[in-house]
């Protein structure tokens, strides 16, 4: 196998991933201690013995013991040496988790371990997947021969240099014993599974951004430190109160979908469900923002302001939401139906806002962009976060909601049941097809609304005052 170290990844070495997979290689060189590590033995595969194999269940049990954890914990964090590459196995190349049985693994070499750094560049890939073609004669699994054809249209101007080098690589490797070269190409295969995952699987390798500089550099002192102090009290603040709704440090009900492929769990989180759950509930107490972030809870606080007569508030906050977010070719025309309806004098939903909010908003809107109403929006939100929300939280509407919550029993799968999950798994909807949804969900809800025939007359009589005069007929 040829890799070429043209370029290492210089902002991986400043990221906590970094921090978090030295961690890993000092637990891997724990199991690997001949005394007190995984025991392993050579073992048959098919016909041929494989030196220092280990099985999934004895990874398990002594991730347990060492650790003090169940055996669930224990293999999940298996599971993520797979994911990781660190540990691959000898028989099931395709899905990268540890079995609880007698499954076949191996130790990766430290030379293709993720610390490495390791350009993963296409020349490579395609070199790996000619001298699989070779061997395998022209058979390969569907998303490699997907690949394959990809990468030989691409690089057909080296293709010749590709074949070359895999053809090189696979005499070089029948030279070697059956065991060597059966051992050497499970661990070739595993890096590729790792760092080019076949389609639907989530790749452990996935990361943000390139940090070109080490955050850890400088020294702080004074101001400053004090400064990080604060926001370290409320980051523990913000931990301890969002732990339980967290759903990778807290047992979330009645299954977590990314361990068990259950897909209830969103089913019964979705934005406009008619029943929530009762920590979605929960989380409307944790402030305002988190109220209105939740379409359900803002549909909840929306029906709580219509009893109070003054749902007009949240109608304009939600407006210049609309607003922002919106097309630029209908924004002048927002502002102007906004300002109509809910801030010019007479307007069928006026808002009440103080009089130099509405000077400021006013002169804005003599040359309006997304963010012209920003300051009356930033007004009404604060008078309903000081005195709608707190009343909000103690009125029947509220109660009512909480009391009809659910909270959903937990779902217990079976090894097999969990298999089962897996391979009914279906990959999500696009964002597109969301947003469309959406926006027809909206244009229902629009046509069902009553209209108000003094706005309709008003557009007709616009675009009839636009529309030009039709030129005389010319004399024959």
Known sequence: MTIRNTFLDHGQRYRPRMACLKKVEKVLLEMQDPKTGVKSQPQRLVITTIPHAITGEDIIAWLAERFQI????????????????????????KRLVIKPDASLYRFQTPYFWPT????????DYAIYLAKRNIRKKGILELHEQEQYNRLHKWMNHKWDFIVMQAKEQYRAAKERKKPDRVVFDCQERAYWVVHRPPPGTVSAMDYGLDRRIDPNADEVTGESQSIKLCISCRLVKYSATYNSHDPFLFKCLPSNPWLTDDVTYWTLNMPNVEIPTRMRVERWTFSFGE?????????DFRLFLKK???GENLAFWE????????????????????????????APRWINIDGKTMEITVNSLKHPHRYVLDAAQTHIYML?????????????????????????????FTDA??????????????????????QEQ?????????????????????QGKNVPPHPPPANK
Request: charged share 30%; net charge positive.
């Open 70 to 93: 169940d055996t669930q914990e224990a293999r999940n964090f298996g599971s993520m040496l797979v994911a990781l590459g660190y540990i691959y196995p000898l028989q099931d190349h």
């Open 116 to 123: 490495q750094q390791w350009p993963v560049e296409d020349t």
């Open 291 to 299: 109220l209105l972030s939740d379409p359900r809870g803002r549909d």
């Open 308 to 310: 109070e007569f003054s």
């Open 319 to 346: 407006s210049c939401e609309d607003l922002k977010w919106g097309a630029a070719a209908t924004m002048r025309e927002k502002a102007e139906q906004i300002y109509k309806t809910f801030l010019a004098r007479g």
């Open 384 to 412: 309903m976060k000081k005195d709608s929300y707190g009343r909000y939280l103690k009125s029947p509407v509220f109660k009512d909601t909480s009391k009809k919550s659910v909270c959903p029993e937990e779902h217990k």
């Open 417 to 438: 049941q969990l298999e089962q999950n897996a391979k009914n798994r279906r990959p999500s909807l696009s964002p597109i097809i969301l947003r469309q949804q959406e």
């Open 442 to 462: 909206r244009a229902k809800m629009a046509a069902s609304a009553p209209v108000d025939i003094t706005q309709v007359m008003s557009k007709l009589s616009k």
